[in-house]
Nanobody, 115 residues
Framework: QVQLVESGGGLVQAGGSLRLSCAASGSIFSINSMGWHRQAPGKQRKLVARITSLGNTNYADSAKGRFTISRDNAKNTVSLQMNSLKPEDTAVYYC?????????WGQGTQVTVSS
């Protein structure tokens, strides 16, 4: 049906940068929005950033000024540029896509920020 393939996770030192990418494939007709959630150990999964088909964006307070979400509608991809990373950014990051009111999720990719 719909598959999300993520890339870009890994280990980075505090102050460094990572770029997460997510490509959608399958039965793609009209994407309403795409974005990223993250889940740290012992904590609930929370929104990091999202972008709608109209280009509107939403960010978690902790991400504002450091993270930037972008999309390429022609390629059905979404990216998250993560700068000035902090140890508290350590989490599993999940890509998601919304199409016709239905949610699809990626497998998750680990981001670890060392101090």
């Amino acid at each position: 049906q719909v598959q999300l393939v993520e890339s870009g996770g890994g280990l980075v030192q505090a102050g460094g940068s990572l770029r997460l990418s997510c490509a959608a494939s399958g039965s793609i007709f009209s994407i309403n929005s795409m974005g990223w959630h993250r889940q740290a150990p012992g904590k609930q999964r929370k929104l990091v950033a999202r972008i709608t088909s109209l280009g509107n964006t939403n960010y978690a307070d902790s991400a504002k000024g450091r993270f930037t979400i972008s999309r390429d509608n022609a390629k059905n991809t979404v990216s998250l540029q993560m700068n000035s990373l902090k140890p508290e950014d350590t989490a599993v990051y999940y890509c998601y896509l919304v199409q016709n009111g239905r949610d699809y999720w990626g497998q998750g990719t680990q981001v670890t920020v060392s101090s």
